[in-house]
């Protein structure tokens, strides 16, 4: 069946650092692919998606690249802010389906 | 306008009672989700809305969970003879349509936990 991998937490970063949290999946035919974030005290947000193979979703400096060679979707941000704390988790739907897989979700924190 | 909206917002009870839990679609939103978050682990995905038909219940764990939607407004997720390993978050989320394009936005879950 579908699934996604992503890198276990927590990750703590001080402000300013480089952010990676790698996420690889197994699907079968072409997934579409999101990172969902989770801010203390609030619902799950789309932060950013890709439909197709080499599509860049980026959203508040948010990036991620889907590579369908290597089956994954790292998201990275170039220098974080103490407002990046949050839960991150990547997730996937198939070509033909509405329901989304995720991973387990990877804490960040991020230190003034 | 108002997002998705789900209560309570924390749910304590004891192992064989039974449970409602409540979410609020956005308005005008046609497709309505349930997911189930365990400590330490991934959503996993439960039951889905077009309107008020069910036609994918495979996500649901056991006969003891059921739903229902009125219209496309209300859902309730209601467990019954609740055991301990039902203790999660329970996520609802809605979209315009079942769509694999169309963006599902979350509420802030309901929290139950099984004693």
């Known amino acids: 069946g579908d699934s996604v991998t992503q890198m276990e937490g927590p990750v703590t970063l001080s402000e300013e650092a480089f952010l990676t949290i790698n996420c690889t999946y197994t699907?079968?035919?072409?997934?579409?692919l999101f990172w969902y974030v989770q801010y203390p005290g609030e619902g799950l947000q789309l932060l950013l998606k890709?439909?197709?193979?080499?599509d860049k979703g980026s959203n508040k400096g948010f990036e991620a690249t889907y590579r369908k060679e290597t089956t994954s979707f790292h998201l990275e941000k170039g220098s974080v802010q103490v407002s990046d704390s949050a839960v991150y988790f990547c997730a996937l739907t198939r070509s033909n389906d509405y329901k989304l897989s995720f991973g387990a979700g990877t804490t960040v924190t991020v230190r003034a | 306008g108002a997002g998705v909206s789900q209560s309570p917002s924390n749910k304590v009870t004891e192992k064989g009672k039974d449970v409602e839990l409540r979410c609020d679609p956005i308005?005008?939103?046609?497709?309505l989700y349930w997911y189930r978050q365990r400590l330490g682990q991934g959503l996993e995905f439960l039951i889905y809305?077009?309107?008020?038909?069910?036609?994918?219940k495979s996500g649901l764990p056991s006969d003891r969970f059921s739903a229902e939607r009125t219209g496309e407004s209300v859902s309730t997720l209601t467990i019954q003879r609740t055991q301990q390993e039902d203790s999660a978050v329970y996520l609802c989320?809605?979209?315009?349509?079942?769509?694999?394009?169309?963006?599902?936005?979350f509420g802030p879950g309901t929290r139950l936990l099984v004693l």
């Open positions: 890709a439909t197709k193979a080499d």
């Open positions: 989320a809605s979209s315009r349509e079942v769509e694999v394009q169309e963006t599902q936005y």
């Open positions: 308005s005008g939103h046609t497709a």
């Open positions: 809305f077009q309107g008020n038909s069910a036609p994918d």
């Open positions: 699907a079968t035919g072409y997934p579409s």
